[in-house]
């Protein structure tokens, strides 16, 4: 795909649900007692994955235009699955379906794609066994994973990485265990899955970085309003921002204070958003307004990296067009999602002529001249084809971007929004 500069980008839209959000709705709906009606569910491929492994195990699921209906089978009418359950590239699959396996009284093999199958799984299969899971991963980190049926008890487990995936592994794994399950954060990572428990009736405390589930008899389905997606949004919020004359809107954001680190940071660059029409249901949601404006580098690092750590990628392109030194530390992570995120982004930047550098935790950017054309290779990693689609945007000349279609794990019509504001 060939990307030219653009004039001012222009316009409101809103940004497909939220992938964190779809996934659970369909997990938990699948375990609840009754019908779940999910609206804003995002046709995404990772999320599709998870309806897949679901309907494997024998749960009803409908996919209709304007919602997904989930027959519940309650939290133990799953059946064994015939095959194994493919979880194409979404590690958030993999790793919240490892709770729910554990727990479960079959056997059933998990695994994905090349991605997936090098993602680490160490980090669920070690919490999962000291509840008494029986389960077993290629050399003890890897998929294909195998869950065996075991009788699980309560832990209480102190997280070694900020994680949601592995937080919501051990709660779920919690459902089906003998006593109270307890997990304590190093830092908060995002909270949608004690959300929604609570939401279906599932007694779930938090006190400052612990949380504490309480086995459940039932969950009871309630309809699921999924709100904008805002690591979604984070790739116009850092377009408009850069593209001189831009001013657009994005409706019915999901603004959950464990997911808006990509606000704080685009503020304290100087960038010009502005908040209207916040509404909290079980969720926050807002619409975000974004103008063109000077930014200028900043630190970023601690406690704010699970608060957006998906959103890294698109910081590193508004990084690049600031004026000064943007340092990122603190987010090895990054280096065991889809692809290694900071070694993709430090080598695509520079093949645009932008000052970037690789450290251990991070990287560091010397952002404000102008970033010229180049041919960008995506790593078949979506969110590193949007990231860079966004700097193409302001570029002194076309870009190339191989492989687009990845954009389709988490936003299928990206380029299309994206030209219908101006791109
Ligand atoms: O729980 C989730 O829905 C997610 C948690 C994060 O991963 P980690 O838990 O590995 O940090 C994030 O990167 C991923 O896109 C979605
Ligand atoms: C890391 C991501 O997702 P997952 O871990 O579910 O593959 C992502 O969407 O950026």
């Given at each position: 795909?060939?990307?030219?500069?653009?004039?001012?980008?222009?316009?409101?839209?809103?940004?497909?649900?939220?992938?964190?959000?779809?996934?659970?709705?369909?997990?938990?709906?699948?375990?609840?007692?009754?019908?779940?009606?999910?609206?804003?569910?995002?046709?995404?491929?990772?999320?599709?994955?998870?309806?897949?492994?679901?309907?494997?195990?024998?749960?009803?699921?409908?996919?209709?235009?304007?919602?997904?209906?989930?027959?519940?089978?309650?939290?133990?009418?799953?059946?064994?699955?015939?095959?194994?359950?493919?979880?194409?590239?979404?590690?958030?699959?993999?790793?919240?379906?490892?709770?729910?396996?554990?727990?479960?009284?079959?056997?059933?093999?998990?695994?994905?794609?090349?991605?997936?199958?090098?993602?680490?799984?160490?980090?669920?299969?070690?919490?999962?066994?000291?509840?008494?899971?029986?389960?077993?991963?290629?050399?003890?980190?890897?998929?294909?994973?195998?869950?065996?049926?075991?009788?699980?008890?309560?832990?209480?487990?102190?997280?070694?990485?900020?994680?949601?995936?592995?937080?919501?592994?051990?709660?779920?794994?919690?459902?089906?265990?003998?006593?109270?399950?307890?997990?304590?954060?190093?830092?908060?990572?995002?909270?949608?899955?004690?959300?929604?428990?609570?939401?279906?009736?599932?007694?779930?405390?938090?006190?400052?970085?612990?949380?504490?589930?309480?086995?459940?008899?039932?969950l009871y389905a309630v309809d699921?309003?999924?709100?904008?997606?805002?690591?979604?949004?984070?790739?116009?919020?850092v377009a408009g921002a850069i593209?001189?004359?831009?001013?657009?809107?994005?409706?019915?954001?999901?603004?959950?204070?464990?997911?808006?680190?990509?606000?704080?940071?685009?503020?304290?660059?100087?960038?010009?958003?502005?908040?209207?029409?916040?509404?909290?249901?079980?969720?926050?949601?807002?619409?975000?307004?974004?103008?063109?404006?000077?930014?200028?580098?900043?630190?970023?690092?601690?406690?704010?990296?699970?608060?957006?750590?998906?959103?890294?990628?698109?910081?590193?392109?508004?990084?690049?067009?600031?004026?000064?030194?943007?340092?990122?530390?603190?987010?090895?992570?990054?280096?065991?999602?889809?692809?290694?995120?900071?070694?993709?982004?430090?080598?695509?930047?520079?093949?645009?002529?932008?000052?970037?550098?690789?450290?251990?935790?991070?990287?560091?950017?010397?952002?404000?001249?102008?970033?010229?054309?180049?041919?960008?290779?995506?790593?078949?990693?979506?969110?590193?084809?949007?990231?860079?689609?966004?700097?193409?945007?302001?570029?002194?000349?076309?870009?190339?971007?191989?492989?687009?279609?990845?954009?389709a794990i988490s936003y299928p019509?990206?380029?299309?929004?994206?030209?219908?504001?101006?791109?």
């Amino acid at each position: 795909m060939q990307i030219q500069p653009c004039g001012p980008l222009r316009g409101e839209i809103t940004v497909p649900g939220d992938k964190s959000i779809s996934h659970r709705a369909v997990m938990l709906g699948a375990l609840a007692n009754g019908t779940t009606h999910i609206t804003g569910f995002l046709m995404g491929e990772d999320c599709l994955s998870t309806i897949d492994c679901f309907r494997k195990m024998g749960v009803e699921i409908e996919i209709t235009d304007s919602e997904v209906i989930v027959e519940g089978v309650g939290l133990h009418g799953l059946c064994a699955p015939e095959e194994t359950l493919y979880t194409g590239n979404s590690g958030t699959t993999t790793r919240l379906l490892c709770g729910i396996l554990a727990g479960q009284p079959f056997t059933a093999t998990l695994n994905g794609d090349a991605s997936i199958q090098k993602r680490p799984m160490g980090r669920v299969i070690k919490p999962l066994r000291e509840m008494g899971a029986s389960i077993e991963g290629k050399n003890d980190n890897y998929c294909p994973l195998t869950l065996y049926p075991s009788e699980l008890y309560g832990i209480e487990y102190r997280l070694p990485v900020a994680s949601a995936q592995l937080k919501s592994a051990i709660l779920l794994a919690g459902l089906y265990a003998e006593g109270q399950t307890t997990v304590i954060e190093p830092a908060p990572s995002r909270d949608h899955t004690e959300r929604m428990f609570r939401a279906l009736g599932v007694e779930v405390e938090t006190h400052g970085s612990t949380i504490t589930l309480e086995p459940p008899e039932d969950l009871y389905a309630v309809d699921i309003r999924v709100p904008g997606d805002i690591s979604s949004a984070a790739f116009f919020l850092v377009a408009g921002a850069i593209v001189e004359g831009s001013e657009l809107t994005i409706r019915n954001v999901g603004v959950n204070p464990t997911r808006t680190g990509i606000l704080d940071v685009l503020h304290e660059m100087g960038a010009d958003i502005s908040i209207s029409n916040f509404h909290d249901d079980a969720e926050p949601v807002c619409d975000l307004t974004v103008k063109h404006s000077m930014l200028r580098g900043v630190e970023i690092g601690g406690s704010i990296i699970p608060r957006l750590i998906d959103e890294l990628p698109v910081i590193a392109v508004a990084a690049a067009y600031a004026e000064g030194e943007t340092v990122i530390r603190d987010a090895q992570e990054l280096k065991v999602k889809e692809s290694n995120r900071i070694a993709a982004m430090v080598t695509e930047l520079k093949k645009a002529g932008v000052d970037a550098e690789e450290t251990d935790d991070g990287m560091i950017i010397r952002g404000g001249k102008r970033p010229h054309g180049a041919a960008f290779e995506t790593y078949k990693d979506h969110r590193i084809a949007m990231s860079l689609a966004v700097l193409a945007l302001a570029a002194r000349s076309a870009c190339r971007i191989d492989e687009p279609e990845v954009v389709a794990i988490s936003y299928p019509d990206f380029f299309h929004t994206l030209e219908r504001l101006g791109g």
